[in-house]
């Protein structure tokens, strides 16, 4: 049995208020656990918007060890909204808070004489502000929210709840900040990466540097080269990075899947075909050869062409001129070939499916792309990239990744390589999208496993957020989505109501 002065302590505001920090710090503590910094102050932001009910939010920070480094997020805001915001940074609101070190709290900018003579304040009718700077001598950032989600301005509570957070974020972005500069300073693909165009491929691992210290090497020599590899490591946006960076940049790069047609058409589909020299071509027809005229044509599954395409294909890495099926002049090439094959080539040859003298023309200069069992340090990198391109594809809002889904995507195995986890964080979003999930759980990536193993991760928040939307749900079907009615059994203002049913994505049911 609990005493009476330990009930009368948990009631006082002092106990509530230690309480709120604490579980505010432990949730910030856990956000510290983050190895990346974007995601960090996208999950930090969303932390505190939510805790004060914020419309709007954004974040800034600044590395004090390297001037020119800077880190933002927004929340809520349009790009131009963004825009003036930063523009704040010098002059108006979040430059006093920078200036005093202290909260800026105001219920209507507009009507606020320090504020509102400003063109930013009267253009964008800015009412309720609340903004804090992160961190002291000097400042680190700067946290700016606007707008409430209910009719009350910010309060009392609402600014305690921006300096702890202020004051509790400043050593953990510190701490980030100095480990995104020790792995910078570490990071093998950083010289490449100065040195070569490599937009689309994702990663930092040793495996992926030696990647690219081959592809320094072969992309400026314009000969042919052989990209060798599991299925679904990337080899054909490897022979993109290949051209992007050759001498060829600038015309076509064509890309051919040797695999997707039958023997029949793979000639007149690589060399063209002129009217007549088969049951199909009724017009003369070119290839995919002369639609990478003085660019780059990739091959993939290269060990898949007939032996008569083979032939054909030795031809023109010897003398750069081929037939066009039903041609008897030979047509000039001037094309630069790269041939992609998950197939061992040296067994296909000994099998006799494979041309020797073709293998020793492709095979220049070999390249072989790592698995993604051999870059394991490169998969949380990817598992975020890959969901947020799917969410900006698909129009979807971006969920962050879970600890436990992240854990599990990293233990998994992946035979399918990068295609396979591409896929995979893609249909993960989409899951957590339709469920209205703020986060991506262990089930949405891996759909068989049993969601009620991971129960004990899940957050309090989460678990509160699942019942708010269940319990509000199940009153508007009660009265019939009479919304006055609803409002008034859950004690909620209609403007909350609706902000409510359109913060979990609710639709009247059929």
């Known amino acids: 049995m609990r005493r009476p002065w330990l009930r009368q302590q948990a009631r006082s505001p002092d106990f509530e208020r230690v309480v709120r920090e604490r579980d505010l710090y432990r949730r910030l503590l856990d956000l510290g656990g983050e190895p990346h910094i974007e995601p960090f102050l996208e999950q930090a932001l969303a932390l505190i918007v939510e805790i004060v009910g914020a419309k709007q939010g954004y974040l800034e920070l600044h590395d004090p060890r390297d001037p020119s480094a800077e880190w933002s997020i927004a929340s809520g805001f349009s790009d131009a909204e963004v825009e003036r915001v930063r523009a704040s940074i010098s002059r108006g609101i979040i430059a006093e808070a920078l200036a005093t070190g202290r909260v800026v709290e105001t219920p209507s900018a507009l009507l606020d004489v320090r504020f509102s003579g400003r063109d930013s304040v009267q253009g964008a009718r800015i009412e309720q502000v609340l903004c804090a700077p992160v961190g002291s001598d000097p400042p680190l950032g700067a946290l700016y929210l606007q707008g409430r989600s209910c009719e009350e301005p910010f309060g009392e509570d609402d600014r305690a709840c921006a300096e702890i957070f202020t004051r509790h974020l400043a050593p953990l972005a510190d701490a980030a900040l100095l480990r995104l500069a020790t792995r910078t300073a570490d990071d093998p ?251 991506i759980e262990r089930w949405h990536v891996f759909p068989e496993s049993d969601p009620s193993a991971e129960q004990d991760a899940e957050s309090f928040q989460e678990a509160t957020r699942r019942f708010q939307r269940d319990h509000l749900r199940a009153v508007l079907d009660e009265t019939g989505w009479n919304v006055t009615e609803t409002a008034r059994r859950l004690d909620l203002s209609r403007s909350h109501l609706y902000n409510l049913i359109n913060a979990f994505g609710l639709r009247r049911r059929d």
Not at 278 to 307: F, N
Request: aromatic share 4%.
């Open 189 to 439: 693909t950083r010289p490449y990466r100065e040195r070569l165009a490599l937009a689309g491929i994702v990663g930092h691992s040793a495996a992926l540097a030696s990647l690219f210290r081959e592809l320094a090497l072969v992309a400026p020599i314009d000969v042919s080269v052989l990209l060798t590899g599991e299925s679904g490591t990337g080899k054909s946006r490897v022979a993109r990075v290949i051209h992007e960076n050759g001498p060829r940049a600038q015309h076509p790069f064509v890309e051919l899947n040797c695999a997707a047609f039958p023997d029949e058409l793979i000639e007149s589909e690589l060399f063209g075909a002129l009217p007549g020299s088969h049951s199909t071509a009724r017009e003369r027809r070119p290839g995919k050869v002369a639609a990478a005229e003085k660019g780059t044509l990739l091959l993939d599954d290269v060990g898949e062409l007939s032996a008569a395409a083979q032939a054909k294909l030795l031809q023109l890495l010897q003398s750069k001129t081929y037939y066009p099926l039903g041609a008897n002049e030979p047509v000039r090439a001037d094309v630069r070939l790269i041939a992609a094959t998950n197939a061992d080539l040296d067994v296909a040859v000994a099998d006799g499916r494979f041309r020797e003298d073709l293998l020793y023309r492709l095979r220049v200069l070999p390249v072989r792309v790592p698995s993604l069992a051999e870059r394991r340090v490169d998969v949380a990198e990817l598992a975020r990239h890959f969901s947020a391109e799917a969410c900006e594809r698909h129009g979807l809002a971006l969920p962050e990744l879970s600890a436990p889904a992240l854990r599990a995507v990293e233990s998994a195995e992946w035979p399918g390589n990068v295609r396979q986890l591409a896929h995979a964080m893609e249909a993960a979003a989409i899951r957590a999208n339709g469920e209205g999930a703020r986060r």
